[in-house]
Structure formats: C-alpha cells, structure tokens
C-alpha cells in the first residue's frame, strides 16, 4: 500500500500513579484505491474530512470519530494506526 496522506495526532491521558499514557494516531489514506465515493467526506461530521479540487483533504484536529470514517469506506482506503505507550 503507498500511503499519500499520512496525519498525526496525539493525546495524553494523566493515570493516578504518576505516569502518563501518549496515544498517537496516524491517519492513513490510500489515494489509489479510492474510488472517490466521498461517504467519507458525507459522515464527516465537524470537517475533518473535506473534497476539494478532485482531491480529499484530512484534518486530523478535527474531533471526528476517525474509526466509524475508515469503517465506512467500501474500499479500507483510510486506516487508522494507533500506538499507545506509557511513560512514567
Ligand atoms: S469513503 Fe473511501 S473510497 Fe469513498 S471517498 Fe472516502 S476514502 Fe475514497
């Protein structure tokens, strides 16, 4: 799979015990297999994703729910990569 967008962001929760859990999340979309269907860009609730110029745009700050977007995609050409680590 070539990855042509590729978008981050990061969180950090405050656990009781004085360490702290990052979460980073990639979004990854896959323009070759899209198939330009724009469900995506529809369920896109707070424009996180958006159609512009023949050409879909990602805003991982937006407060989307980025799992239900990858999951309506009839082709899985947007995934989502999570990698959770603890710091103390
Ligand atoms: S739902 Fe998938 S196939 Fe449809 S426009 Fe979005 S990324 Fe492309």
Request: charge should be negative; aromatic fraction near 6%.
């Amino acid at each position: 799979m070539r990855i042509i967008k590729s978008a981050s962001k990061v969180n950090t929760e405050i656990l009781p015990r004085d360490c702290v859990i990052i979460r980073v999340m990639k979004i990854l979309y896959d323009e070759k297999i899209c198939v330009r269907c724009l469900a995506c860009v529809g369920e896109s609730e707070f424009g996180g994703v958006t159609y512009e110029r023949g050409q879909l745009h990602f805003d991982e700050a937006r407060p989307e729910d980025w799992e239900s977007l990858a999951a309506i995609c009839p082709v899985a050409a947007i995934k989502i990569s999570r990698d959770d680590s603890e710091v103390d």
